[in-house]
């Protein structure tokens, strides 16, 4: 069954430090996302990204983050320089289409800022 | 702030019971609804959808909507202890499929 591929794992990285989180959307779908959970808390959204465009973005999504599909196939979210509270699970998800409705999440990359 | 409201729990039903979760919402335009799974340290599994007000049945698991109330349920029959998880209500704003989650209900089930 077609999934949603994220890498890597686990990151740890230092204060400062930029960060590339990337993900590999099922290959026919359309509509990509990100979205973060820190620990214990609930499920965010960060960004959705259609036909080569960022077409929504959260508060949360300010000028250290970007979202780029640099070769039709992965999808990357770059953290340039990450704080703190950047740690969290970071899940990227991709969609058919917009009548469909449904997202499918990939396996999560957990970012470890010390 | 459009916000999805559950309750935290834990909620603990024995094993073969039937689990029932709850989820308000606040945008009363939004018109789809998503249940999602979610195992400790593991991403949300899609379980179900609704879109219109009354009952889904999907396996053991029915989705129930009243936008009149702004209240979306699931529940589970025949819970086991695969079950235990949390619970996340979701619902889709906006024209590209945005969703928003609830904080997620805890669900245990015990043998």
């Known amino acids: 069954e077609p999934e949603v591929t994220q890498t890597p794992s686990h990151q740890v990285t230092q204060m400062g430090q930029e960060v590339i989180l990337r993900c590999v959307p099922i290959?026919?779908?359309?509509?990509f996302y990100w979205y973060r959970q820190i620990l214990g808390q609930k499920v965010e959204f960060l960004v959705s990204?259609?036909?080569?465009?960022?077409?929504?973005k959260s508060e949360i999504f300010d000028d250290q983050f970007s979202v780029e599909r640099p070769d039709g196939s992965n999808f990357t979210l770059k953290i340039r320089s990450t704080k703190l509270e950047d740690s969290a699970m970071y899940f990227c998800?991709?969609?058919?289409?917009?009548?469909?409705?449904?997202?499918?999440f990939g396996e999560g990359s957990r970012l470890t800022v010390l | 702030q459009k916000e999805v409201e559950q309750n935290s729990g834990p909620l603990s039903v024995p094993e073969g019971a039937i689990a029932s979760l709850n989820c308000t919402y606040s945008?009363?335009?939004?018109?789809?609804f998503f249940w999602y799974r979610q195992y400790s340290g593991k991403s949300p599994e899609l379980i179900m959808f609704?879109?219109?007000?009354g009952d889904k049945e999907d396996g053991r698991f029915t989705a129930q909507l009243n936008k009149a109330s702004q209240y979306v349920s699931l529940l589970i029959r025949d819970s086991q202890p695969s079950d235990s998880a949390t619970y996340l209500c979701?619902?889709?704003?906006?024209?590209?499929?945005?969703?928003?989650f609830g904080a997620g209900t805890r669900l245990a089930v015990h043998p």
């Open positions: 945008d009363r335009g939004s018109q789809s």
């Open positions: 290959s026919n779908h359309l509509y």
């Open positions: 990204f259609y036909n080569n465009e960022i077409s929504e």
């Open positions: 998800a991709s969609g058919l289409g917009l009548n469909t409705g449904e997202l499918f």
């Open positions: 609704i879109y219109s007000n």
């Open positions: 979701a619902v889709r704003q906006g024209g590209y499929n945005k969703l928003i």
